[in-house]
């Protein structure tokens, strides 16, 4: 075993595997810009060494795979109004999400744990997504005033049905039977079995057949039990349609219209407003490419707006779960004000080099 470390990443060679460990358990092992930057040196490395066939990324703590991105130090930036190093970190983060759904050889993630946002962008799009009975896996940056990004709005417009509209808008949790039925992951692996399942790679075992030797079934999905409604609900034609439906749905004793609507109604509304959009869009696109790209205009601009900053202080500065949307309804939002968050950058538009 070979490698040098870093003090947030640690990057080693392990028999024929190239080994990522996201090390920073105390913050959740949440991703730095210089994280995203290590991880995307190492794959590229990695791409052209015939002695690494298989990369493999996990992490430190049996808390959390990965809850995001450091968002206290882009608000930190946003508060200063230096909007250019966050614009870097998204523009270079989405060009690493890019990298892991292109790589030519197996990228095995394993999501023990809390997997949020920046860590949905480095795991679920691998060639081979691990899921254990420790995951909670969400998108849910539209209850801090953002929008799912890092290629989210490629994985939540390829869900079942109406199920990525669900999960987007609302930022819904869910455990490894949901994030398998959502197409956010592949396998079920206990916990416990990990270190074999990693270690049986790491010496040049079929990563297909390892993985079938040491996952299991999971429980049953109750984002599966919930696929009729979640239709039902999300299958409107606008936010405001949706929002309708499930308080016609949450009236007639549907718990979970209940708790989808308070989800919805908790986002931002901007917010909310832009993921069905960009979802709507997302749904014709034929890359992650060019959802990135959309997600890149939202994020570019979000530091120069009020919701991004108000939401993160309420979620993890002030920590009062209070934030002060503006607007502050979706009956308040307008198509101007959502094609004003995803409309052309010109000479910034975001592009994969």
């Known amino acids: 075993m070979t490698g040098t470390t870093e003090a947030d990443l640690l990057v080693w060679r392990e028999g024929v595997a190239g080994r990522l460990r996201l090390n920073r358990p105390q913050a959740l092992n949440a991703l730095t810009h210089d994280m995203a930057l290590g991880i995307e040196k190492a794959l590229l490395e990695w791409r052209d060494d015939d002695a690494v066939e298989i ?8 808390k959390a795979f990965c809850a995001g991105g450091d968002i206290q130090h882009l608000y930190a930036l946003g508060k200063a109004g230096d909007c250019d190093p966050a614009r870097r970190f998204w523009a270079e983060e989405y060009r690493l999400n890019a990298l892991i759904a292109n790589y030519p050889k197996p990228y095995v993630a394993i999501m023990d744990g809390i997997t949020m946002g920046g860590g949905v962008g480095i795991a679920a799009h691998g060639s081979h997504r691990i899921v254990t009975e420790r995951t909670m896996l969400a998108m849910p940056e539209v209850s801090i005033g953002f929008l799912p990004d890092v290629g989210g709005t490629w994985l939540l417009s390829h869900a079942p049905g109406k199920t990525g509209y669900y999960l987007g808008m609302t930022g ?4 490894a039977a949901d994030a398998i039925f959502a197409g ?47 239709d039902d609900a999300f299958g409107g034609g606008s936010p405001l349609t ?5 308080a016609v749905m949450a009236e007639a004793g549907s718990e979970w219209a209940a708790s989808a609507l308070k989800g919805l109604r908790r986002a931002a509304p901007l917010s909310a407003a832009s993921t069905f959009e960009a979802l709507r869009r997302a749904e014709g696109f034929t890359s992650i490419e060019q959802c990135l790209a959309l997600e890149y205009r939202f994020s570019h601009r979000v530091l120069e707006g009020h919701d991004f900053l108000e939401g993160v202080r309420a979620a993890v500065i002030d920590k009062d779960r209070n934030p002060q949307w503006k607007p502050k309804r979706l009956e308040d939002i307008t198509p101007d004000m959502v094609e004003t968050m995803l409309g052309p950058l010109g000479d910034a538009e975001w592009t994969p080099q």
Do not use: C, H
């Open 242 to 246: 949706i929002a309708a439906r499930l």
């Open 55 to 62: 990369v493999i990324v996990d992490a430190s703590g049996d």
């Open 172 to 175: 819904a949790r869910m455990d």
């Open 184 to 230: 956010f992951a592949d396998s079920y692996i206990e916990s416990g079995k990990l270190d074999a399942f990693t270690s049986r790679l790491a010496e040049g075992a079929d990563t297909d057949a390892a993985v079938a030797e040491f996952a299991s079934e999971p429980p049953a999905s109750k984002l599966a039990a919930a696929r009729t409604e979640i």
